[in-house]
């Protein structure tokens, strides 16, 4: 039961481009909703996060998006920068009991000079 | 202050064998999360301690698997009797009471032959 979803395994991205890496998810109870950033061979590092009451959180070229009608929330960098190449992964929590994350299966992202 | 630290950080173990993860949380994070990264897929929750306690250990499998955050030292996730299909990277988290952020450790690969 896959809980959260990201469709897309990998995305390209022109440097200086707007990259927007997406994430749908199917159990309604999340409250929190989290981006990871990550490189091969280190562990997840956090990007940026959301309260499931909000439906915008900006922290420099970072911005996520919530639809919560639609289930679906977005990664949007601007402008898009080589060191931005990474695996991200989109993550859910609800703080009923443990707060353990759910994670999406991760999109690579390249950016490409 | 030094961040989550896991070791070692490759290990290599035959069929049979026992393997022991060790993880240390950042200084002053009594929260530790074991989630297990299986090839092309997303980290896939596991065990969620606190110091001396099993908070929640839905995710791990029935048989083999067992962790333990004891009073003092590190957190252990122990396999006994590894089959292949153990071969995965095992991230450990951790974070301070209260708080959603869980920071990640850099990860142990372990390979089963």
């Known amino acids: 039961d896959q809980q959260v979803k990201q469709n897309s395994p990998s995305l390209s991205v022109q440097e200086g481009r707007i990259s927007i890496l997406n994430c749908d998810y199917t159990?309604?109870?999340?409250?929190?909703f989290l981006w990871y950033k990550k490189y091969p061979a280190e562990g997840p590092t956090f990007l940026i996060s959301?309260?499931?009451?909000?439906d915008k959180n900006e922290d420099g070229r970072f911005t996520v998006f919530l639809n919560k009608s639609a289930k679906h929330l977005s990664l949007h960098i601007v402008p898009s920068q080589p060191g931005d190449s990474a695996v991200y992964f989109c993550?859910?929590?609800?703080?009923?009991?443990?707060?353990?994350?759910?994670f999406g299966q991760g999109t690579r992202l390249t950016i490409n000079p | 202050n030094a961040g989550v630290m896991q070791n070692p950080r490759h290990l290599v173990r035959r069929r049979g064998q026992e393997a022991r993860l060790r993880c240390s949380p950042m200084?002053?994070?009594?929260?530790v999360y074991w989630y297990r990264q299986l090839p092309e897929e997303g980290l896939k929750f596991m065990v969620y301690?606190?110091?001396?306690?099993?908070?929640?250990e839905s995710g791990m499998p029935k048989e083999r698997f067992s962790a333990e955050f004891p009073k003092e030292g590190p957190s252990i996730l122990r396999i006994q009797q590894v089959v292949r299909g153990d071969s995965a990277a095992y991230f450990c988290?951790?974070?301070?009471?209260?708080?959603?952020?869980?920071?990640f450790g850099p990860g142990t690969r372990l390979t089963v032959l």
């Open positions: 988290a951790s974070s301070p009471r209260d708080i959603a952020g869980q920071f």
């Open positions: 159990n309604s109870m999340f409250d929190y």
């Open positions: 959301i309260s499931s009451i909000k």
């Open positions: 993550a859910a929590i609800t703080w009923q009991g443990a707060q353990k994350l759910v």
């Open positions: 200084k002053g994070h009594s929260h």
């Open positions: 301690l606190q110091k001396e306690n099993i908070i929640d």
